[in-house]
C-alpha cells in the first residue's frame, strides 16, 4: 500500500510547475478577490457526504457576506470523482488549478485520505494552506505506530501547510473499544484486513482494549468484534467468527455496503468522525436551521466540518491582518489556531495539524442505514 501512495503522490506531483504565483511562493493576488477552492467527490458512492461538504463550505462564504476585512472572497467548487470514486488525476486536477490561480488562499479538501494523499504534495508545493474536512488517515499528519508510513513524504517542501478538522482513524479505533466496554463486552477479538490502515486501526484498538481491561481471545470465547478494514474485506475476515456485536470504522458508512450486508446488519455497530447533526453545540444548532432554510433540508454529518473548513480558513485570512493576502501568513494563522469555537466544538490545532476535537458519533445499521445511537469521548 506505501508503495501505491508513493506513486500517486509522484504522479500527481508530476503534474505541477514548480513555483506558483509571484514566482516567492507566497501567492500573492494580483487583484481585490481572493479564491478558495473546495475539492469533493460530487458523484457515486460518496456524493451526499460531498455535496454536504460544499453545501457547508457555501454557507460558511455566505455568513462571512463573501468578505474579509474588506477583500472580496470567493469559492471555486470541484469534483474529484471519476467513474464513481475520487480520481487520482482528477484530485491532482483540482489541486494543481488551486496552485496556479494567482488569486488563490486556500484549499479545502478532500474528503478520501487517498484523495488527500493526492492532492497534498502539491499544495504544499504551491506554498497553500490545505484543509480537510473530512480525510481521518493518522499518516497525513503522524507516524502511525503501525507501519511506516512518514507524513513529510507528502510535504515535499519540508513546511508544513495542512490541517484537519475531523478527528483521526485511530481516535475511531479507541472510540470503538470504549463503546465495546460501554456495551458491558467482556472479552473481544479484533481483525484487519492486512492494509496499512487495517493494522493502524487493529493497533490503537487493542492498545486501548487492554488499558480499558477488556480480556481478548478469539472465536466463540469473544463478546465482540471489532473490524479494522474496507467493505471489500468484511466478508472475508469475519469468516469462521460469529460474535454478537460487531464494531467498525467509518469505512463502512458506504450506502451499497450496508445495503448488502446482510444479516450481519443487526449486529453492526460503526463509529464516524463526524459528529451526528444532533449532538453539535449551540452554534452548531445554529448552523443545522440555517442549513435548513438555504438547502431545503437538514445538514448530513460532512456538512459543519465542510462549514468548519471554509469557516477556519476564513477567519485564519482575517487574522493574518495586512498579511491576509499572503498564502504563508494564513498557513501560519491555520496551524496556531487556538481555543477556536466553531460549529463542530471548541478545539485547537496542535502541531502536527491535528484538531483537538475527540468526539466520536456510534451508529447502528438499522434498515441498510446507520442511525445515531451515541456520543463517545474516548
Known amino acids: 500500500m506505501s508503495a501505491r501512495f508513493a506513486a500517486a503522490a509522484l504522479a500527481a506531483l508530476a503534474l505541477v510547475p514548480i513555483g506558483c504565483g509571484d514566482g516567492g511562493g507566497n501567492g500573492r493576488g494580483s487583484g481585490p478577490t481572493l479564491t478558495v477552492y473546495v475539492s469533493a467527490p460530487l458523484h457515486g458512492e460518496r456524493a451526499a457526504e460531498g455535496r454536504a461538504i460544499v453545501n457547508g463550505a457555501k454557507l460558511a462564504l455566505v455568513d462571512a457576506g463573501s468578505e474579509v476585512s474588506g477583500i472580496a472572497v470567493e469559492g471555486v467548487y470541484l469534483d474529484d470523482t471519476e467513474q464513481g470514486r475520487w480520481s487520482l488525476a482528477g484530485t491532482a486536477e483540482n489541486a494543481r488549478r488551486a496552485s496556479e490561480d494567482v488569486t488563490a488562499i486556500g484549499y479545502v479538501g478532500d474528503l478520501d485520505s487517498g484523495a488527500t494523499r493526492v492532492s497534498l504534495p502539491i499544495t504544499n508545493q504551491a506554498e497553500m494552506v490545505q484543509i480537510s474536512p473530512g480525510s481521518t488517515a493518522v499518516d497525513l499528519t503522524r507516524t502511525p505506530s503501525a507501519g511506516d508510513l512518514e507524513p513529510e513524504r507528502l510535504q515535499p517542501t519540508d513546511t508544513q501547510t495542512f490541517a484537519r478538522v475531523v478527528p483521526a482513524d485511530d481516535m475511531q479505533a479507541r472510540a470503538a473499544a470504549l463503546w465495546a466496554k460501554r456495551m458491558g463486552v467482556e472479552r473481544v477479538d479484533f481483525v484487519s484486513d492486512g492494509s496499512q490502515f487495517g493494522e493502524v486501526l487493529a493497533e490503537a484498538f487493542s492498545s486501548e482494549a ?41 469505512a463502512l458508512l458506504v450506502p451499497s455496503f450496508l445495503r448488502r450486508v446482510g444479516p450481519l446488519a443487526d449486529r453492526l455497530h460503526i463509529t464516524s468522525g463526524f459528529r451526528d447533526p444532533s449532538t453539535l453545540p449551540l452554534e452548531g444548532r445554529r448552523f443545522a436551521r440555517s442549513y435548513r432554510r438555504r438547502f431545503g433540508q437538514p445538514p448530513g454529518p460532512a456538512a459543519a466540518y465542510g462549514y468548519e473548513s471554509m469557516a477556519l480558513l476564513l477567519d485564519a485570512i482575517r487574522r493574518a491582518g495586512d498579511q491576509r493576502d499572503q498564502r504563508d501568513a494564513v498557513i501560519d494563522e491555520v496551524l496556531s489556531t487556538r481555543d477556536r469555537r466553531s460549529v463542530v466544538g471548541t478545539y485547537s490545532i496542535d502541531g502536527n495539524g491535528d484538531t483537538t476535537l475527540e468526539m466520536i458519533s456510534g451508529y447502528r445499521v438499522r434498515d441498510g442505514k446507520p442511525v445515531f445511537e451515541t456520543e463517545l469521548r474516548p
Open 210 to 250: 487492554a488499558r480499558l481491561g477488556l480480556g481478548t481471545g478469539e472465536g466463540g470465547g469473544v463478546d465482540a468484534l471489532y473490524y479494522a478494514g474496507s467493505p471489500e474485506g468484511f466478508a472475508r475476515a469475519l469468516r469462521g467468527r460469529p460474535p454478537r456485536t460487531v464494531i467498525a470504522s467509518d
